[in-house]
T-cell receptor
Framework: TQLLEQSPQFLSIQEGENLTVYCNSS?????LQWYRQEPGEGPVLLVT?????EVKKLKRLTFQFGDARKDSSLHITAAQPGDTGLYLC???????????FGSGTKLNVKP | ETGVTQTPRHLVMGMTNKKSLKCEQH?????MYWYKQSAKKPLELMFV???????ENNSVPSRFSPECPNSSHLFLHLHTLQPEDSALYLC????????????FGSGTRLTVV
């Protein structure tokens, strides 16, 4: 059983489409982070959200932390091939040994 | 350039070999980590160092041995590995162990034959 469930596991879309990926848990987190990992590279931090209901925008990416701080979503508007990669959510307390990663959503954006 | 450099990028080793993975960061971070990334599994935390002191060992087999000689360098010594140890090994650093976001290296793709 994984603490953080990400869905979908795989997503293949055409350039210009919109998409949303989800990160869900039955546990409450004090913070939640999203990373993007490209093939052959390590994950790169995109955003950290800490307040229930918080919404953060990073260009075409919109991140939301659920009101109950148990879930999060990442919405991409007008996806581009450069968005292709593995999107990982990670959540926990501000403590290294209570910080968990999800298995990720593998996104492929076709030109 | 992510600020965390890992070498080698790829490693193939036999089950009786001894090898070491190296990680280097010049971000001024005080905490460094080893993670294992296997296909279809979440990232698994292996070891945590804070100010060169090991503060976590997540039930990792003794065939993996970490070393942190200073706050900028981290090693993972490998010996008598098993094929199931084949994975991407990622090093990361953060300002403190209270996590405000990791900076990851590019990883070492390890294949045990």
């Amino acid at each position: 059983t994984q603490l953080l469930e990400q869905s979908p596991q795989f997503l293949s879309i055409q350039e210009g489409e919109n998409l949303t990926v989800y990160c869900n848990s039955s546990s409450v987190f004090s913070s939640l982070q999203w990373y993007r990992q490209e093939p052959g590279e390590g994950p790169v931090l995109l955003v950290t959200v800490v307040t229930g209901g918080e919404v953060k925008k990073l260009k075409r990416l919109t991140f939301q932390f659920g009101d109950a701080r148990k879930d999060s979503s990442l919405h991409i508007t007008a996806a581009q091939p450069g968005d292709t990669g593995l999107y990982l959510c990670a959540g926990g307390s501000y403590n290294f040994n209570k910080f968990y990663f999800g298995s990720g959503t593998k996104l492929n954006v076709k030109p | 350039e992510t600020g965390v450099t890992q070498t080698p990028r790829h490693l193939v080793m036999g089950m009786t070999n001894k090898k070491s993975l190296k990680c280097e960061q010049h971000l001024g971070h005080n905490a460094m980590y080893w993670y294992k990334q296997s296909a279809k599994k979440p990232l698994e935390l292996m070891f945590v160092y804070s100010l060169e002191e090991r503060v976590e060992n997540n039930s990792v087999p003794s065939r993996f041995s970490p070393e942190c000689p200073n706050s900028s360098h981290l090693f993972l010594h490998l010996h008598t590995l098993q094929p199931e140890d084949s994975a991407l090994y990622l090093c990361a650093s953060s300002p403190q162990t209270e996590n405000y976001g990791y900076t990851f290296g590019s990883g070492t793709r390890l294949t045990v034959v």
